[in-house]
C-alpha cells in the first residue's frame, strides 16, 4: 500500500533544493520508467539503459544548483541520458556510425524529438496504469515493463490465456477512456502497439 503524499509542484520543487529524498523519490518515480525507455530508443540496450538512467539520477541529486521549475528539471534529465546515452555508444565505438546512419536519413533531431514525446506520453500512461483495477494493472504492468507474453503471464498468476487477453483488454480500453480527457488516448494507441506488438 502506498501511503506517499504527492507534493504541489512548488512543494516539491522547494523540498528538492534542500535535498529532501523525499521529493527525490518522487521525481526518480515520476520520470526513471519514460528516461528507461527513451535511453533504450537511443542504444538499443534495455539493461544499459537502465543503468546509464540511474547514473543520471546519481549526478542529478549530487548537483549543488537543482533546476528551479518543473520544465527545467524535464529539460535536464532529458538531456542529460541523451547525452550520457551518446557517450556511452562512442565509449563502445558504435556512435559514429550509429549517429551516421541517423544523418544519412536525415531524422536525428527528428528521432530524439520522436523519442522524447514518445517517452513523455508513456509516463502518463504509466500514471494511468496506477489507477487501474489490480488485476488489470498487474497484467499490463507485466506486459509492459517486463515483456512478458500473455502464455508468461497466465503460467506465472495461474490462470487461462484468455483470462490474460480479456484482463489486457479492459485495462486498454480503461486506460483509453481515462487518458481521452487529456488528448493523450491516440499516443497511447501510436506507443503500446511498438511495446506490445510482440505479445500474442
Known amino acids: 500500500m502506498n501511503n506517499r503524499v504527492d507534493l504541489t509542484e512548488h512543494e516539491l520543487l522547494?523540498?528538492?533544493?534542500?535535498?529532501?529524498?523525499?521529493?527525490?523519490?518522487q521525481i526518480f518515480e515520476k520520470f526513471y520508467r519514460p528516461l528507461c525507455f527513451f535511453a533504450s530508443r537511443i542504444i538499443h540496450d534495455?539493461?544499459?539503459?537502465?543503468?546509464?538512467?540511474?547514473?543520471?539520477?546519481?549526478?542529478?541529486?549530487?548537483?549543488?544548483?537543482?533546476?528551479?521549475?518543473?520544465?527545467a528539471v524535464r529539460s535536464y534529465l532529458y538531456v542529460s541520458v541523451k547525452n550520457t546515452c551518446f557517450n556511452y555508444l562512442e565509449k563502445n565505438s558504435v556512435k559514429i556510425a550509429h549517429r551516421q546512419t541517423l544523418v544519412n536519413t536525415d531524422i536525428e533531431e527528428a528521432t530524439i524529438l520522436n523519442n522524447i514525446i514518445h517517452a513523455e506520453v508513456l509516463r502518463q500512461v504509466f500514471a494511468a496504469v496506477d489507477t487501474l483495477p489490480e488485476q488489470c494493472r498487474k497484467i499490463i504492468r507485466m506486459t509492459f515493463e517486463?515483456?512478458?507474453?500473455?502464455?508468461?503471464?497466465?503460467?506465472?498468476?495461474?490462470?487461462?490465456?484468455?483470462?490474460?487477453?480479456n484482463q489486457k483488454m479492459r485495462g486498454l480500453s480503461l486506460l483509453?477512456?481515462?487518458?481521452?480527457?487529456?488528448?493523450?488516448?491516440?499516443?497511447?494507441?501510436?506507443?503500446?502497439?511498438?511495446?506490445?506488438?510482440?505479445?500474442?
Not at 522547494?14 to 523519490?25: Q, S, Y
Not at 534495455?46 to 543503468?51: F, P, R, S
Not at 497466465?154 to 490465456?161: F, M, W
Request: charged residues 25%.
Open 146 to 165: 517486463d515483456g512478458k507474453k500473455a502464455k508468461e503471464i497466465a503460467c506465472e498468476l495461474g490462470i487461462t490465456i484468455s483470462t490474460v487477453n
Open 176 to 200: 483509453k477512456n481515462r487518458l481521452s480527457d487529456e488528448g493523450l488516448a491516440l499516443g497511447m494507441l501510436l506507443i503500446l502497439p511498438g511495446i506490445m506488438g510482440h505479445v500474442k
Open 46 to 71: 534495455t539493461v544499459d539503459a537502465q543503468d546509464l538512467v540511474q547514473d543520471v539520477f546519481v549526478k542529478f541529486w549530487q548537483k549543488e544548483n537543482m533546476p528551479c521549475t518543473a520544465d
Open 14 to 25: 522547494t523540498l528538492l533544493k534542500g535535498k529532501d529524498i523525499a521529493a527525490f523519490d
